[in-house]
């Protein structure tokens, strides 16, 4: 079964707006904490679900907020939807 990637995209989103709403930042405070690093619209696509986030900016995001990066993918505190939709796709015992 393939991986949706919206569906993935959305459930990263949510997490990203629930540790920034948590670190109780606004998008212009996260553009001004990494220097125009992200900008807010993308900040916004991004919360949005509108648009994807490479792991090297996940990472980054992560160190802003000061989170672990777990904590920004869906389920990182408590088994990732992601995950179970990749255990799936890719079996314990499969060759990656």
């Known amino acids: 079964m393939p991986v949706d990637r ?50 090297h900016r996940l990472l980054r995001l992560a160190e802003l907020y000061g989170v672990p990066p777990a904590e920004l993918l869906p389920g990182g505190d408590q088994g990732s939807d992601v995950g179970h939709v990749a255990s799936q796709r890719y079996p314990p015992d499969s060759v990656l």
Do not use: D, I, N, P
Not at 28 to 40: D, I, L, N, P, Y
């Open 6 to 55: 919206q569906h993935v995209h959305t459930l990263v989103g949510e997490r990203l707006r629930a540790v920034r709403k948590r670190q109780r930042m606004t998008l212009a405070q996260v553009e001004e904490a990494s220097r125009g690093e992200f900008r807010t619209s993308v900040l916004g696509a991004y919360e949005r679900g509108e648009r994807g986030l490479a792991v």
